[in-house]
């Protein structure tokens, strides 16, 4: 009989909570109480926690631009954080050095060509049968040597930084020059100047650092406790920003003094705001197997350790069960029975927690 009674107590008090998870409310109330409603938003990512992290550049689209001869600086034309083009000029210095591989290029096409004559000569001649074919043989392997050794001297034009161009018209023109330009290899954006006008430097001297910014990367300091809960394709969000990222690497050895390990993170899309070098607060987000909605913190009610959210419906709020999976910031992610197409109130709870629980609620 005992039991009995309880039984009939349990159903009666289940009907009561069934009735009391409709919150009845006029449009007026609402408005007077100034409740917002939104849409759902649908979220598989679980914020984990933060970590420290810094913007990087990819080494690969990274460029040092050095002195290729010794000389003195005449012009820099571009500054920290300029855009440049590739070919674009970066720097010009005076060196004495380059005039002399000018001189020993123009020695060199000069002997090349004498030789040639030579050869085409003694070429006839040996058609003629006025010479032997040793004498041929000889005169080949001397055009030879001075191919090779105006093609060395034109290879170290080069790579003093002459263009292909400007060595075909000193060739013609035969006019000695001891302006050096430095250009750049690449397109991208002035990191760092290393070097001042009016400097003397030395070969493979320092100019510039160029880094092309199509691509960034976040280098991550994890807490090696918190490794294993971590996957390669993880997403990271930037504290305060819009900006994500994939986690791409993780490191294979624990730093020794912060006992932390380095994960690296892909920047999906341009990173808009972002500054190489940068410490930025990053958050780990994990991907999960089961659709969440995220949600304004003010949006969830608290009531005896339970999370609820308010359901829009034809009658007012239906207060629904549901459980918080992770917070970033302002926002929760939730799941529960919810299919995404609701509206809740992401303002107001509060007064409608009231009303729920009786304590009073909105005109």
Excluded: C
């Excluded at 083009?85 to 290029?105: C, D, I, M, R, T």
């Amino acid at each position: 009989m005992r039991w009995l009674i309880f039984g009939l107590l349990l159903a009666q008090a289940s009907s009561v909570f069934a009735q009391d998870a409709q919150i009845k409310i006029t449009q007026q109330q609402i408005d007077n109480l100034d409740i917002k409603v939104a849409q759902l938003t649908a979220s598989r990512l679980i914020p984990l926690f933060y970590a420290p992290g810094k913007v990087v550049v990819p080494a690969d689209r990274e460029v040092l631009i050095s002195s290729s001869q010794p000389g003195l600086v005449t012009q820099l034309p571009v500054n920290i954080g300029d855009k440049v083009h590739k070919g674009q000029l970066l720097a010009q210095l005076h060196s004495p050095e380059l005039v002399g591989l000018q001189q020993a290029f123009l020695t060199a096409a000069s002997e090349l060509n004498l030789s040639g004559q030579e050869r085409s000569r003694d070429q006839k001649l040996l058609q003629e049968g006025v010479i032997a074919q040793r004498r041929w043989q000889e005169t080949q392997m001397v055009h030879s040597s001075k191919s090779a050794k105006a093609d060395e001297a034109r290879q170290l034009l080069l790579l003093a930084g002459m263009s292909a161009a400007e060595i075909k018209g000193l060739g013609q023109s035969h006019k000695l020059d001891n302006r050096l330009t430095i250009r750049a290899p690449i397109d991208g954006v002035v990191l760092e100047r290393l070097t001042n006008l009016g400097a003397r430097l030395d070969v493979q001297a320092p100019l510039y650092r160029i880094a092309d910014l199509s691509e960034l990367w976040l280098e991550i300091n994890i807490p090696q406790e918190r490794l294993s809960g971590i996957r390669l394709g993880d997403s990271v969000r930037l504290k305060g920003s819009e900006i994500t990222a994939k986690i791409s690497l993780l490191g294979q050895s624990v730093d020794h003094d912060n006992q932390t390990v380095l994960a690296r993170a892909v920047i999906d899309g341009k990173a808009e705001g972002l500054r190489v070098g940068q410490n930025v607060n990053a958050q780990i987000m994990q991907n999960s197997a089961e659709t969440g909605f995220t949600v304004p913190n003010t949006a969830i009610a608290q009531n005896e350790g339970h999370a609820y959210v308010f359901v829009r419906n034809q009658d007012g709020f239906v207060v629904t069960e549901v459980t918080v999976t992770g917070k970033q910031d302002a926002n929760s992610l939730i799941s529960g029975p919810l299919s995404g197409n609701e509206q809740i109130a992401v303002k107001g709870a509060v007064a409608l927690k009231a009303n729920w629980l009786g304590l009073g609620g909105g005109e």
